[in-house]
């Protein structure tokens, strides 16, 4: 089973950008959709980007499109969430995941990374 580790979070004012990545262990990287998830306190966990095995498709809710980037290198078995115009709504933990299936039946996260945003 895949292993998820997130680094790049941390304080950014409004406006500005951050780029997390996701570096993915084991040798069957490129079989998992990835997504990153978010979790602000009292909310639930939400999929703001998702990309398929390939690369060949994604995904955004309405709340980043434009303004999100899910990108990923299976050679490196790393994705990457480039992040601008960010917005104070936009503080949260940001967590790694993958898929073989659907978002509903996720089979790995990583430990999170928090993502804080200043107005």
């Known amino acids: 089973q895949v292993q998820l580790v997130e680094s790049g979070g941390g304080l950014v004012q409004a406006g500005g950008s951050l780029r997390l990545s996701c570096a993915a262990s084991?040798?069957?990287?490129?079989?998992?959709?990835m997504g990153w998830f978010r979790q602000a306190p009292g909310k639930e966990r939400d999929l703001v980007a998702a990309i398929s095995r390939s690369g060949s498709t994604t995904y955004y809710p309405d709340s980043v499109k434009g303004r999100f980037t899910i990108s990923r290198d299976n050679a490196k078995n790393t994705v990457y969430l480039q992040m601008n115009s960010l917005k104070p709504e936009d503080t949260a933990v940001y967590y790694c995941?993958?898929?073989?299936?659907?978002?509903?039946?996720?089979?790995?996260w990583g430990q999170g990374t928090q993502v804080t945003v200043s107005s």
């Open positions: 995941a993958a898929t073989r299936s659907t978002w509903s039946r996720v089979e790995a």
């Open positions: 084991g040798r069957t990287f490129s079989s998992y959709a």
